[in-house]
């Protein structure tokens, strides 16, 4: 998966959602409900492969009907929640807010509790 506008480069799994490729790859991607489907801050535009993706569930159904259109855009079809969907082939999405992680954030702790 290509994340757009930062172009990471993400592995995801097969039956893995995006957001759960995201975090085992080390990166941050947007959410308040941790991928439970109640949110929908992890939602993301596919701007490529809507024919890999997985069907939508019930859930994320119902999430992204109950969105503002302000926030759905122009296609509605491309919109899809990252801790619902799973892609079978390569994909590109339009998700600003996505992060690589400090990979020395415990070490710099440990660090500074060795300082102090
Ligand atoms: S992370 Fe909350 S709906 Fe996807």
Redesign the pocket.
């Known amino acids: 998966m290509r994340v757009e506008p930062a172009g990471f480069d993400i592995e995801v799994r097969p039956g893995e959602t995006l957001?759960q490729a995201a975090w085992r790859a080390g990166y941050s991607w947007p959410?308040?409900?941790?991928?439970?489907?109640?949110?929908?801050?992890?939602q993301c535009e596919v701007l490529d492969g809507l024919h890999a993706l997985s069907e939508r569930t019930e859930a994320e159904s119902a999430?992204l009907n109950n969105l503002d259109r302000r926030v759905r855009r122009a296609n509605p079809r491309r919109v899809r929640?990252?801790?619902?969907v799973t892609a079978t082939a390569d994909i590109r999405v339009r998700k600003p807010g996505v992060q690589k992680q400090c990979a020395d954030s415990d070490e710099r702790t440990s660090n500074s509790d060795v300082s102090q």
């Open positions: 957001i959410t308040l409900c941790y991928a439970m489907g109640r949110c929908t801050a992890c999430l929640l990252a801790c619902q």
